[in-house]
């Protein structure tokens, strides 16, 4: 009957749900694991400025899991928002960072790369978030000025007077921020008044169809125009190709980043290739203005 077929699908959704729920518990065991024993793995995205000299690059972590290989970022950082675990995690990210800029910034070569790392809004509200971003840097040696955070719109509006409070705290001790895909979240436009930012990145979405799409054309040039008017600098996130690049100069975005330029690669690969002079540096010779 139509009842008792009822109440089989009742009892197959339950079953399904039994299913995801393990599944969940156990990834999110695994990951907890995986960040005591250093299974992330950091990935670099290069970027560079319109004279395309690459001035440095973006953190991108990875999950090196035991059986299932290597996660991208998708398949495990919402788990990590949900749990807390993006905490531990965004600890690991931002300290191994700051080993590198350690490194970087005792090599002739490397010492003008900058490194961006995307933060979580659950960390910045930490009530001890300054104070854990001071002692990394204390700790490792890392030079602040060549650490820029990335935040996102999403979660800011929730305590806006938090963010800002700390936000310039750590800017006073010479940490940049980024505004991460711009365009995407609410109320964009009085952010970037609000809050102390050296740089807003357009958002992938928009730098796709600049080439052909009037809309994304329209957009990317309001945001650039506001960005410049608000002494702001640009980045463009997702840029696959030449004609996207030409239109982005054109405009006069400050910097790139995408698939053009290359891929997000694991971190002693991108240092290979900037020692191999696989791409232009930033040097202080050839820097058009102070990044
Ligand atoms: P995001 O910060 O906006 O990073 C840019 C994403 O766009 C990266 O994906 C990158 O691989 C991808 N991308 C770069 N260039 C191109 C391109 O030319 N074409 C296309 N189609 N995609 C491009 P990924 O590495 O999968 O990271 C996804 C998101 O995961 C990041 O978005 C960021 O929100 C988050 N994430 C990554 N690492 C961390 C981290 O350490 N902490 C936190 N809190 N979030 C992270
Ligand atoms: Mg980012
Ligand atoms: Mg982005
Ligand atoms: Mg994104």
């Known amino acids: 009957s139509a009842k008792s077929s009822g109440r089989n699908a009742v009892s197959f959704f339950d079953l399904t749900m039994q299913t995801n729920l393990t599944e969940r518990t156990n990834l999110e065991a695994a990951l907890r694991q995986g960040i005591a024993q250093d299974q992330l793995k950091l990935y670099i995205q290069p970027q560079m400025k319109q004279d395309c000299t690459v001035y440095g690059g973006e953190v991108l972590v990875r999950w090196q899991h035991p059986t299932?290989?290597?996660l991208s970022p998708d398949k495990f950082i919402p788990l990590a928002e949900e749990t807390d675990l993006i905490i531990p995690m965004g600890n690991w990210v931002l300290t191994a960072a700051c080993k590198l800029l350690k490194q970087f910034s005792q090599d002739e070569h490397l010492k003008h790369?900058?490194?961006?790392?995307n933060v979580s809004v659950k960390q910045l509200h930490l009530a001890d978030f300054v104070e854990q971003v001071q002692s990394t840097l204390l700790e490792t040696g890392?030079?602040?000025?060549?650490?820029m955070l990335e935040i996102t719109e999403s979660g800011l509006i929730d305590n806006m007077a938090d963010s800002i409070r700390k936000m310039e705290r750590l800017t006073k001790l010479g940490v940049r921020f980024s505004l991460d895909d711009f365009g995407t979240g609410y109320s964009s436009l009085s952010y970037l008044k609000k809050l102390p930012l050296t740089q807003v990145k357009i958002d992938q979405s928009f730098v796709r169809g600049i080439h052909f799409d009037a809309n994304d054309a329209a957009i990317?040039?309001?945001?650039i125009a506001l960005?410049?008017?608000?002494?702001?600098?640009?980045?463009a996130e997702g840029v696959e190709n030449r004609e996207q690049l030409e239109y982005l100069q054109a405009l006069g975005c400050d910097s790139y980043q995408g698939y053009l330029l290359g891929r997000?690669?694991?971190?002693?690969?991108?240092?290979?290739?900037l020692r191999d002079c696989h791409f232009k540096l930033l040097t202080a010779e050839n820097n058009p203005s102070t990044v």
């Open 68 to 70: 299932l290989g290597l």
């Open 113 to 117: 790369f900058s490194l961006s790392v």
């Open 142 to 147: 890392a030079p602040a000025s060549q650490l």
């Open 220 to 223: 990317v040039r309001s945001i």
């Open 227 to 235: 960005a410049s008017a608000m002494h702001l600098q640009v980045t």
């Open 264 to 273: 997000p690669a694991p971190w002693q690969s991108v240092i290979q290739q």
